[in-house]
């Protein structure tokens, strides 16, 4: 297996090593992956996110040697078959669910490593996130060994105003710091799923006209409008991770299935996208909390979530 001395490192990995990646590490206790003298562990983290909390957890969860993988990249070049020491991913729930991109990407993928583990990412409300996780993964030959998740800003629109949300002390650095742990210490623990939760997740999709094996899987053209707002900057057609939006000689304009990740009405800069007015639909019966206020987590740059989610 590869050893990585300090000797002949990339200028890329000395300024990743000084950098935000490492000081976050050493501010949790992190562990590192790589040692001179030992084994270096070659860790891979998948990720799928639309407002940056997902990619801020990976990155946190990575040191200068891990691999930090889009899953919507990954899809886009075909790329199922991945090989580590351990694989991670980290992933926001939808209705307790995996995106529908997710889902299928894990449904196609390959993964070998010693050590599988996911941190699902929510803002409120998780009871039987990770038992979905496990047998969508399990399902699909790639059970992973320990799943947790973390609360963060919820960024679901319809019930929650942005501007209050991001004022919630969600105890993040203590969870970060408490998952990191478990993961060097290669923890092995899938949280049970009661039956009484189960029972509320299946009301919770009936009532909402969901499919439990395929999540949220919705038209944008159905649910999203763009308002005279709108000057054209593009930023849309970059952060969606289904490549939905385009400019077009008469204004922008959204087709296409979606994951309903909210990349596009979360990130667009002049708050010019708007829910449709869809007063049946089980989502947005009152339209949403506050349409005047947008979030993308602190530590992670607009220019990420296109890297992120661009086709
Ligand atoms: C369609 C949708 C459904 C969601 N469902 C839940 C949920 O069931 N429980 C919960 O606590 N948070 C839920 N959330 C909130 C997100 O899981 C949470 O804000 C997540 O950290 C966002 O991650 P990201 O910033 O990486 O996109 C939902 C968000 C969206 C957009
Ligand atoms: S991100 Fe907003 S302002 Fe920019 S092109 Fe799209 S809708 Fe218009
Ligand atoms: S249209 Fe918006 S909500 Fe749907 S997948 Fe694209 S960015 Fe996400």
Known sequence: MEKNCDKGISRRSALKRMGLLMAGAVALGMPSLASCSGEKKKRIILYFTATGNSLYVARQLADEATELLSIPQLVKQGRYELEADEIGIVYPIYGQMPPNMVR???????????????????????????????????????????????????????????????????????????????????????????????????????????????GYLMHSEDYFVVTDACIGCAVCTEVCPRGNYELTSTGVKTKGDCDFCFACIQNCPQKAIKFAELPDSPFLAHGEKNPDARFRNEHVSLWSIKEANRQ
């Open 104 to 214: 299928r990407f894990i449904q196609k993928a390959r993964l070998k490593a010693a050590y599988k583990f996911a941190v699902l990412t929510y803002g409120n409300m998780q009871f039987v996130a990770a038992g979905i996780w496990d047998e969508v993964s399990r399902k699909s030959g790639n059970a992973f060994d320990y799943i947790t998740s973390i609360l963060m800003v919820d960024n679901w629109l319809p019930n929650f105003d942005m501007n209050e949300q991001i004022k919630i002390d969600k105890h993040i650095p203590e969870s970060l710091e408490r998952i990191t742990a478990d993961i060097a210490a290669r923890k092995h623990e899938i949280p049970p799923t009661e039956e009484r939760a189960r029972q509320l997740f299946d009301r919770f999709i009936r009532d909402r006209g969901l499919d439990p094996e395929v």
